[in-house]
C-alpha cells in the first residue's frame, strides 16, 4: 500500500512540476486584462494597489491550482504565471498566461 502511494505522489510532483514558472507562481485567473483596463484598475485600487506605474498583464479573480489528480481540474480557469499575487486572489500582477491544459 505504501509503495503505491509513493508512486502516485512521484508521478504527481512530476507532473505539477512540468508546469512551473520561470517567474512568478502559477496562478489560475477567471480574467486576464491589461493594467490599463477599466476592470483592472478598479481591481488594483480596490486592495489598495497603486495604479500608476502598473504594465503588462493583470489577472482578476485568481486562486492556486489544485493538485493534478484532485476531484475536477487543477486549473478550470486561465493559467497565468504572476510575478505579484499578494491580494488574497482579488488580482495578480505582472501575468504572462501559461500555454498549456493544466
Do not use: E, W
Amino acid at each position: 500500500m505504501f509503495s503505491k502511494i509513493a508512486v502516485i505522489l512521484s508521478a504527481l510532483v512530476l507532473a505539477v512540476s512540468a508546469h512551473q514558472c520561470n517567474t512568478g507562481t502559477l496562478t489560475c485567473c477567471n480574467s486576464v486584462q491589461a493594467a490599463d483596463t477599466p476592470a483592472a484598475i478598479a481591481a488594483l485600487k480596490s486592495v489598495g494597489a497603486v495604479v500608476q506605474g502598473v504594465t503588462g498583464q493583470v489577472g482578476l479573480d485568481c486562486s492556486a491550482p489544485t493538485v493534478i489528480g484532485a476531484s475536477g481540474n487543477s486549473c478550470t480557469q486561465q493559467p497565468v504565471c504572476c510575478t505579484n499575487n499578494n491580494f488574497n486572489g482579488v488580482v495578480a500582477i505582472g501575468c504572462t498566461p501559461v500555454n498549456a491544459n493544466l
